[in-house]
């Protein structure tokens, strides 16, 4: 059983440069997210999907942008990448069990992305 | 200003022994709480969770506490192994609120030593 799968596991960028970051889930989980992960900064959301269809900034969504493709699919975009945005981002899929509230989050392995 | 706070960067302990690991919050709307493991170049997994109509959980040796007045919640881990060595994270969320996630602390690195 795969989960949430993330691709690629690593990636250098140049400034300015653009990417993709890729999101699937297996689980037939309604809701979907991408956080990244600074050193002493924890997990900060980025953008999450409540549902096919609709996406929602979370804490620190500037400079990127998402589409939900599907069900499955959840992806991360940076249109022109900056050495801020170094960081590991990690997407996570949760269940909702009913309107509104949803349970743990099932989080991919991560890709760590260092822009240069 | 963070709405989960973990004030302890890191916690060594003895093998055998209890670990405690702390998490304090400020957002009383907060009414469901977890706790993730991490180890390097992995994903946080997770690990027990207690919604706010308890005040305690327990998943064998793990144990998770809530005091809703004092607004902070602990992890007890009885008794420590070399492979509970890693990040724990605390997190909450509001049921009610919409999928918008969970908000995470910064993290204690837990240290078992042999």
């Known amino acids: 059983n795969a989960g949430v799968t993330q691709t690629p596991k690593f990636q250098v960028l140049k400034t300015g440069q653009s990417m993709t970051l890729q999101c699937a889930q297996d689980m037939n989980h309604n809701s979907m997210y991408w956080y990244r992960q600074d050193p002493g900064m924890g997990l900060r959301l980025i953008y999450y999907s409540a549902s096919e269809g609709t996406t929602d900034k979370g804490e620190v969504p500037n400079g990127y942008n998402v589409s939900r493709l599907n069900k499955r699919e959840f992806s991360l975009r940076l249109e022109s990448a900056a050495p801020s945005q170094t960081s590991v981002y990690f997407c996570?899929?949760?269940?909702?069990?009913?309107?509104?509230?949803?349970?743990?989050?099932?989080f991919g392995q991560g890709t760590r992305l260092t822009v240069v | 200003d963070q709405q989960v706070k973990q004030n302890s960067p890191s916690l060594s302990v003895q093998e055998g022994r209890i670990s405690i690991l702390n998490c304090d919050y400020t957002?009383?709307?907060?009414?469901?709480f977890l706790w993730y493991k991490k180890y390097p170049a992995e994903g946080p997994t997770f690990l027990i969770s207690?919604?706010?109509?308890?005040d305690k959980n327990e998943d064998g040796r793990f144990t998770v506490f809530l005091n809703k007045s004092a607004k902070h919640l602990s992890l007890h881990i009885v008794p420590s192994q070399p492979g509970d060595s890693a990040v724990y994270f605390c997190?909450?969320?509001?049921?009610?609120?919409?999928?918008?996630?969970?908000?995470f602390g910064k993290g204690t690195h837990l240290i078992i030593q042999p």
């Open positions: 207690i919604s706010s109509i308890k």
């Open positions: 957002n009383s709307m907060f009414d469901y």
């Open positions: 997190a909450a969320s509001v049921s009610g609120g919409g999928a918008d996630g969970l908000t």
């Open positions: 996570a899929s949760s269940e909702e069990l009913y309107w509104g509230y949803v349970t743990e989050a099932f």
